[in-house]
T-cell receptor, first 115, second 114 residues
Framework: DAGVIQSPRHEVTEMGQEVTLRCKPISGHDYLFWYRQTMMRGLELLIYFNNNVPIDDSGMPEDRFSAKMPNASFSTLKIQPSEPRDSAVYFC?????????????FGEGSRLTVL | AQKVTQAQTEISVVEKEDVTLDCVYETRDTTYYLFWYKQPPSGELVFLIRRNSFDEQNEISGRYSWNFQKSTSSFNFTITASQVVDSAVYFCALSKLYGNKLVFGAGTILRVKS
């Protein structure tokens, strides 16, 4: 079975450019999460969706960040304009219906470098 | 608010030694889940265990064991007879019983030397 699929795996861009990260959750999962990992702040939850609806976006750093989930099989995290401090590994994760198990299945991450 | 503290930033051991990774958590919820995830050098996050707050029984899986003590809000992880392949960053995490929103600790880097 395919796991959570993220693209791109690596992205290098210049400050000010728009960045779009993509995620395909595991089929049948109804929760989708975006996490960011940095040395300084560790793993931070940015936003999560349930049944394609954003439930909690309190972790989104600022208005430059936006996330969408147009359907059950696709989500994007967009940064516009990007800044060097956005450099991090961004993980997407999904989990089983109903939220009762708690286990998240993570993608391999998208490593973003903003120069 | 929920919080997870992994006080050990980095641990180095020699192969075959036992090692315990500490995890202390804070939550106002009476029911919750605790987790351990492993992040090997390749970067992906691998689920190791989930424990719910109803069940304080310790668990053993091969060389791995977990000690959950609600009285001290701790969920420690022990690797017996460590191996080089155990070298990774290990994260402890906490979530409410529903919603699956995980709060992670800062992680402990484990280096196992041959």
């Amino acid at each position: 079975d395919a796991g959570v699929i993220q693209s791109p795996r690596h992205e290098v861009t210049e400050m000010g450019q728009e960045v779009t990260l993509r995620c395909k959750p595991i089929s049948g999962h109804d929760y989708l999460f975006w996490y960011r990992q940095t040395m300084m702040r560790g793993l931070e939850l940015l936003i999560y969706f349930n049944n394609n609806v954003p439930i909690d976006d309190s972790g989104m750093p600022e208005d430059r960040f936006s996330a969408k989930m147009p359907n059950a099989s696709f989500s994007t995290l967009k940064i516009q304009p990007s800044e060097p401090r956005d450099s991090a590994v961004y993980f997407c994760a999904s989990s089983f219906p109903g939220g009762g198990t708690g286990e998240l299945f993570f993608g391999e991450g998208s490593r973003l470098t903003v120069l | 608010a929920q919080k997870v503290t992994q006080a050990q930033t980095e641990i180095s051991v020699v192969e075959k030694e036992d090692v315990t990774l500490d995890c202390v958590y804070e939550t106002r919820d009476t029911t919750y889940y605790l987790f351990w995830y492993k992040q090997p050098p390749s970067g992906e996050l691998v689920f190791l265990i989930r424990r719910n707050s109803f069940d304080e029984q310790n668990e053993i899986s091969g060389r791995y064991s977990w000690n959950f003590q609600k009285s001290t809000s701790s969920f420690n992880f022990t690797i017996t007879a460590s191996q080089v392949v155990d070298s990774a960053v290990y994260f402890c995490a906490l979530s409410k019983l529903y919603g699956n929103k995980l709060v992670f600790g800062a992680g402990t880097i484990l280096r196992v030397k041959s």
